[in-house]
């Protein structure tokens, strides 16, 4: 994915390295200050901008604009890219990615190309511990946040590879976003002002911590809020999905309808289909009857199998069916078929499956 410099790599100062966050991340003023501090004129600033966030640089030593020996001085600062340990596509194009971070842990980012888009579903955790009883990352527990860079890197990446802009991003990879919603929130901003892309076109999905969504409606962002609903009743919502025991689906939803209040944006409500269990008419009446009072649409997520547990996906026409419930109850209601099916790359199927190799051994790439 990027060429090692093939520069001398110079042991930084300390007073280099002490306290230097990666540089991706950063914004263009930032960046600026950064440059001025080591005496260089504002336009290096600009500069190193555009060869992180355009050029997509993985080392300082790659900016051939940059004189050599300042290159020499700032190659070991880190960029704060992860190396890519494995890229699969599925037969519909999607491309699953597992990227290594740089204390060697593992996450997965999934590009999906369209006709006129490019999505990328990033994670926003290593792991997750919600424990979702439907959803691979949680059975494998929970490691760390990540940091924004790591966040917006997983972005880079997967435009890199494709070479087309990315157009649309979703927060639905491994992780809950409103658990790590500091770096998540600055990496939106990131990806909005110094990658370029609509906040409008960037999806934040959650399962819903008590008191997080209205911390984030106080950001006054743009994005779509999703939350991950997946029952029509409290006592079925417990089951599927341990943390709603501490919060009330009456809870919930009074802070979807703040959300709604400050940012003028309609919420989506996901909504996973589960044969049998959550995909019956009184289920259809109970969810109109909870997201019918306010702006909000209903995303039906039909179940994406994983080994671990054996929900059954309900047939085309019980989906149907579910839906027509939904609009006659004057619900706006979409269906959506996850892609990469196949390669484990769709909702819920992602996980840390490779356990992280030593940081000095070779990785694929
Ligand atoms: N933690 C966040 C974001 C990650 S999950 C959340 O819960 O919303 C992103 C979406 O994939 C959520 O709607 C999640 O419930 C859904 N999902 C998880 N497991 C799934 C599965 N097995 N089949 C279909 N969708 C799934």
């Known amino acids: ?52 966030y355009e050029k997509g640089v993985h080392s300082l030593g790659d900016i051939t604009v940059f004189s050599k020996a300042w290159r020499a001085d700032i190659a070991a600062v880190p960029v704060g890219r992860s190396q890519l340990h494995l890229r699969s596509k599925a037969p519909d194009g999607t491309i699953k990615y597992l990227l290594r971070l740089h204390d060697g842990l593992i996450i997965e980012a999934v590009g999906i190309p369209t006709a ?39 972005v880079l990446t997967v435009q890199q590879d494709f070479g087309q802009r990315v157009s649309n991003i979703v927060f639905m990879g491994m992780g809950e976003p409103l658990l790590n919603t500091d770096s998540v929130v600055a990496a939106i901003r990131c990806l909005n002002q110094d990658v370029g892309i609509g906040q409008r076109n960037m999806t934040l999905s959650t399962v819903g911590i008590p008191g997080h969504i ?14 991950s609903l997946h029952a029509s009743n409290q006592a079925q919502r417990e089951q599927l999905i341990p943390s709603a025991r501490q919060y009330r689906l009456e809870a919930l939803l009074a802070e979807c309808q703040d959300y709604v209040a400050t940012t003028g944006r309609r919420v989506s409500f996901e909504y996973i289909l589960l044969a049998g269990l959550n995909d019956r008419p009184e289920h259809a009446a109970e ?21 671990e547990v054996d929900y059954q996906r309900p047939s085309d026409v019980q989906i ?10 004057n619900v706006a209601v979409s269906v959506r078929y996850s892609r990469g099916l196949e390669k484990d790359a769709a909702c819920g199927q992602l996980r840390a499956t490779q356990i992280a190799p030593p940081m000095d051994s070779q990785i694929p790439s």
């Open 287 to 307: 969810l109109a009857h909870h997201v019918g009072g306010f702006q909000s649409h209903v995303n039906l997520i039909p179940y994406n199998p994983i080994s």
């Open 1 to 52: 994915m990027h060429s090692a410099s093939s520069l001398p790599v110079a042991s930084p100062t300390p007073a280099l390295t002490a306290a230097i966050s990666p540089l991706l991340g950063q914004s263009l003023d930032q960046l600026t200050a950064w440059v001025a501090a080591q005496g260089q004129p504002a336009y290096r600033g600009k500069q190193l901008h555009q060869w992180i």
């Open 320 to 329: 149907q069916d579910f839906m027509e419930e939904l609009q006659r109850r």
């Open 116 to 154: 006129k888009r490019l999505t990328v579903c990033v994670s926003s955790q290593v792991g997750c511990p919600m424990a979702c009883d439907f959803c691979a990352t949680g059975k494998g527990g929970f490691l760390r946040n990540l940091d924004t860079h790591e966040i917006v890197d997983q």
């Open 214 to 227: 209205r911390r984030l409606a106080e950001q006054h962002l743009q994005v779509t809020l999703a939350v």
